[in-house]
Nanobody, 124 residues
Framework: QVALVESGGGLVQVGDSLRLSCTAS????????LAWFRQAPGTEREYVAS????????HHADSMKGRFTISRDNYKNTLFLQMNDLNPGDTAVYYC?????????????????WGQGTQVTVSS
C-alpha cells in the first residue's frame, strides 16, 4: 500500500504563496486518485481539491477556486497544492489522501490512505 508524506507547510504572511508537496512510496503512484483536505483547530476536516490518476482532471472546492491549484507529477511520485493569496482562514493542518481507483471525490470516506499532515499558519 502507498505511504504519503506531506511537506512544505510553515508560517507565512497574509497574501503570501506556499506550495505543499505530498510524496508517495510503496506502491505505483499512478494507480491512485489523490486529494487534499485541511483541518483547522476545533473544526471538521474540510475538502480542498482532488485530482485523477493521470492528472488530466481536477476539482477544487468552491471556496478555494482561483487561489489553490492541485497538480501531480507521476514521474516524481508527488502531489502538489499551490496556494496563493493566503489569509488567516487558510490556517490549518493540510493532509493528502489517496484512493486506489479513479474518480474525483470530495468526502473523506472515499480515501483509504492518509499522510500525517503539514501545518500551514497564515499570520496577519
Amino acid at each position: 500500500q502507498v505511504a504519503l508524506v506531506e511537506s512544505g507547510g510553515g508560517l507565512v504572511q497574509v497574501g503570501d504563496s506556499l506550495r505543499l508537496s505530498c510524496t508517495a512510496s510503496g506502491d505505483t503512484f499512478s494507480k491512485y486518485s489523490l486529494a487534499w483536505f485541511r483541518q483547522a483547530p476545533g473544526t471538521e476536516r474540510e475538502y480542498v481539491a482532488s485530482i485523477n490518476r493521470n492528472g488530466g482532471s481536477a476539482h477544487h472546492a468552491d471556496s478555494m477556486k482561483g487561489r489553490f491549484t492541485i497538480s501531480r507529477d507521476n514521474y516524481k511520485n508527488t502531489l502538489f497544492l499551490q496556494m496563493n493569496d493566503l489569509n488567516p482562514g487558510d490556517t490549518a493542518v493540510y493532509y493528502c489522501a489517496a484512493r486506489p481507483t479513479g474518480g474525483l471525490y470530495s468526502y473523506e470516506a472515499a480515501y483509504v490512505h492518509w499522510g500525517q499532515g503539514t501545518q500551514v499558519t497564515v499570520s496577519s
